[in-house]
């Protein structure tokens, strides 16, 4: 078990959400950045969508009461064993002992991406609500208490497997999403067709961002004149134009409906991309077509099964020195 | 737009949008709810369909867009449309689609802060927009907001009300609300712009319950007068 001395900005408990409940207005929420919480599963021999600690910007403290191999994996949030220095770097597992306080004071870095994901044997143990482990911030159920994390709070692993020496790395992959950063944000049409004037100006992230949506700064983007839409099922990626001409981009925790007019949406692939970026960083959107959108999400996909692959023969270093060589 | 024609279109690379209208129309209402049930049941064998969304005329079908090309899509829900608009009234889940729900309201005071704003802004007395609210039955359109928060309608013209100009930061559950011809419970704790009249002690969400939403799409609604 650990517990959760300092919380953190906002450190929640994600799973791959809940997809099934849209119809009763239930938001799918889930890790914000579906690729990282895979990839620090899969480092702890897990399913991809276990329920992991999803942690923002600066991450919680959290004392480990028994010997546990946790899987680190999105930004590098600065992660620290308090008593010995020694890093955590994400994209590895990492062994703690008992006794042993683990920080993750953020890093001001403007190349780092918003947010981590840390994953225990057989995922954290929460009752599932709905199906899923995800925490329903608005309607607050699911997760811990329907809540973000406090201080005091224990969690507890799923499984109780004790593998010391088992060393996962995640290999360095083409079509990682989270190695194309900071490369442009790919978008399709929308609805309310203002692509190109998303794709002309250079944006910056907004400081009112959270799980529900990344506020876009940059020029003020006018809704077509249209008049007001009737409110309709929306998706994550959607670009929402509201009458501030501040446009919204949609992520996990977003409303099952809306009824602002939709410029564009970003295509599935970059969804975990979008899940690491972080307040005051800039963005830049680039057209693409359904296509190439498709390609690149079986791509990413395959990347995944290969990584898996790598950290369960414990190839991932053979794959490492071979990416580096090819 | 015909009524019976409905346009297709992309909602990015993994759903389609399905749009029978653009008003608020039991009618139109009635098509989006029978798409999502025919959704819903080839969904059963087609693991790839997602959850479909309805609303007021509308319908997202979400898909994963590896195994689905966008072609192939349009043509499972071309299928749908012509499949579902053969059927006799479309239900959401037949046992208790259309079901009638009783929703006791205390109106006014405390737990219904704007109700003299809205008697005001109407030219009404607060007793007659009471009794207007709470004379008309309303159908559940659909779902949306927050969980369990139904978009009901349509209300009175003599009491339809526009948002407060600023959303409060949080209305109590259970308060009952007005915004245009729309009418809806909170359902939690949560920020709003609805002008409250009164308040439910009905739990309209409630994990206890086989179906955790009070209202269901289609459901028909109405509100009693609690003194």
Known sequence: ?326 | MTAKTASIAPLGDGALLVTFGDRIDPGLNERAHGLAAAVERLRTTDPRLGRAVPAYASVLIPFDPVAVDPDEARRLVAALLSESSGQPPPTVEAERAGALVEIPVRYGGDDGPDLADVAALNGLRQSDVVELHAGTEYRAFFLGFAPGFAYLGPVSTQIATPRLAAPRERIPAGSVGIAGQGTAVYPFDLPGGWRIIGRTDVAMWDLRRDSPALLRPGDRVRFVPQS
Request: charged residues 20%.
């Open chain 1, 1 to 326: 078990m650990l517990e959760v001395l300092e919380a953190g900005v906002l450190t929640s408990i994600e799973d791959a959400g809940r997809p099934v409940w849209t119809h009763l207005g239930v938001p799918v929420g889930g890790a914000c950045d579906p690729w990282s919480l895979a990839v620090a599963n899969l480092l702890v021999g897990n399913d991809p969508g276990a329920a992991a600690i999803e942690m923002t910007l600066v991450g919680p403290t959290l004392a480990f009461r028994e010997p546990m191999t946790v899987g680190l994996a999105g930004a590098d949030l600065g992660g620290i064993v308090r008593e010995s220095g020694r890093r955590l770097v994400p994209g590895r597992s990492h062994r703690l002992e008992a006794g042993t306080t683990i920080a993750f004071p953020g890093d001001a870095g403007a190349r780092s991406g918003a947010r981590a994901y840390l994953a225990v044997p057989g995922g954290i143990d929460v009752p599932l609500v709905l199906g899923s482990a995800s925490t329903a911030l608005g309607a607050g159920f699911g997760g811990l208490d329907g809540r973000l994390l406090r201080p005091g709070d224990v969690l507890r692993a799923a499984e109780e497997r004790d593998e010391p020496g088992a060393d996962a790395v995640w290999p360095a992959l083409a079509d990682d999403p989270l190695a194309a950063a900071g490369s442009a944000i790919r978008l399709l049409a929308g609805p309310a067709d203002r692509l190109e004037a998303l794709v002309a100006a250079e944006w910056k992230v907004g400081s009112g961002s959270d799980r529900v949506g990344l506020r876009l700064e940059g020029p003020a983007l006018e809704a077509p004149a249209s008049g007001e839409l009737l409110s309709h099922g929306v998706v994550t990626g959607a670009v929402q134009l509201p009458p501030d001409g501040t446009p919204i981009v949609l992520l996990a925790d977003h409303q099952t409906t809306g009824g602002y007019p939709i410029a564009a949406v970003v295509i599935t692939a970059d969804h975990p991309r979008l899940g690491q970026l972080r307040p005051g960083a800039s963005v830049r959107f680039v057209a693409t077509t359904i296509d190439e959108a498709r390609l690149a999400l079986s791509r990413q996909r395959e990347a995944l099964a290969r990584g898996a692959a790598a950290v369960r023969t414990g190839s991932a270093w053979d794959e490492l020195w071979q990416s580096a060589g090819g």
